[in-house]
Every structure is written in structure tokens, then in C-alpha cells.
């Protein structure tokens, strides 16, 4: 024998339809409640009626780094990274994207520079910014470094 508690349910109900006028069974006011600015027309996410929105009740953000500027710093290769790439070959942006040592969407935005973190064991022709001491690591290794500086 089937029991009514035991069978799937077939319906779903839909979301209410606010607003949409009296033809869709919500009474006189639509489901909106009596006058205000909500009752009327397109409200922001951030309005509250009843007093301070939350934005202004949240406390304010304090310390030294509040207002810093959100700039796209260069992306970091350590030198020991470069070992994967074939001795006495010129390293760019180019040969760094096909060796798969940065990604290429995040190269573009940012740039990428040169740090002297681990050893470099090839003689590499670097045209990319480098700091001081991967800069000595990299000559000490037989390579150069050629920037924009120096030419």
C-alpha cells in the first residue's frame, strides 16, 4: 500500500514575484508593504530605511597602510629558476612563458624582475631587470646582464 508521506515531491514552488503589479495575486500594494522609498522603485543594496546603513556602521579602517594604492608589482623569478633554461640562451619575457617558469597573463599585467635567491650554474644573456646581487651571481655565473640602463 503506498503512504502519502512516502511519495517524492513532484512540485517545487517558485520565488514571489514582488512588485509585478495586481495581476499577480499579491494584493493592492504588491507585496511591498504601505508608502516609503521601498515601495516605489529600485532600491541600492546598501540602503537601510530604518537608520545608519552598514557601511557606516562598520568601524574605520586604521593604521598606516589604509589608503595604499593597489599597484601591479613585478612578478618575482628567482635565479634558481633560470637553471631550467639551455646555457649561453637570451632570457626575456618570450623565453620565460615557453620554458613555463611564469604565466602569461600575469606577466603582462605586471612585468617580471630578476632576484638573486639560490645559485645559477649556466651562463645566461639576461634582458630583463635584475637586482644588484642576482645581477653579481649571474656574471659570476659567465653570463651578462643587459638592461636598459647599461646600453
Do not use: W
Not at 69 to 84: D, E, I
Not at 97 to 119: C, P, Q, R, T, W
Amino acid at each position: 500500500m503506498i503512504n502519502l508521506n512516502k511519495l517524492p515531491k513532484t512540485t517545487t514552488r517558485g520565488k514571489k514575484r514582488l512588485g509585478q503589479g495586481h495581476g499577480s495575486g499579491r494584493g493592492k500594494t504588491a507585496g511591498r508593504g504601505t508608502k516609503g522609498q521601498k515601495a516605489r522603485g529600485k532600491m541600492s543594496l546598501t540602503f537601510n530605511a530604518s537608520g545608519l546603513s552598514l557601511i557606516r556602521r562598520l568601524p574605520l579602517i586604521r593604521g598606516k597602510y589604509r589608503n595604499k594604492q593597489h599597484k601591479n608589482r613585478a612578478l618575482v623569478v628567482n635565479v634558481k629558476y633560470l637553471n631550467l633554461l639551455p646555457a649561453n640562451s637570451t632570457v626575456d619575457i618570450a623565453t620565460l612563458i615557453a620554458h613555463h617558469i611564469v604565466d602569461k597573463g600575469e606577466v603582462l599585467l605586471s612585468g617580471v624582475k630578476i632576484l638573486s635567491n639560490g645559485d645559477l650554474k649556466i651562463p645566461l644573456i639576461v634582458k630583463l631587470p635584475c637586482s644588484k646581487k642576482a645581477q653579481k651571481k649571474i656574471e659570476a655565473a659567465g653570463g651578462k646582464c643587459v638592461t636598459e640602463k647599461s646600453k
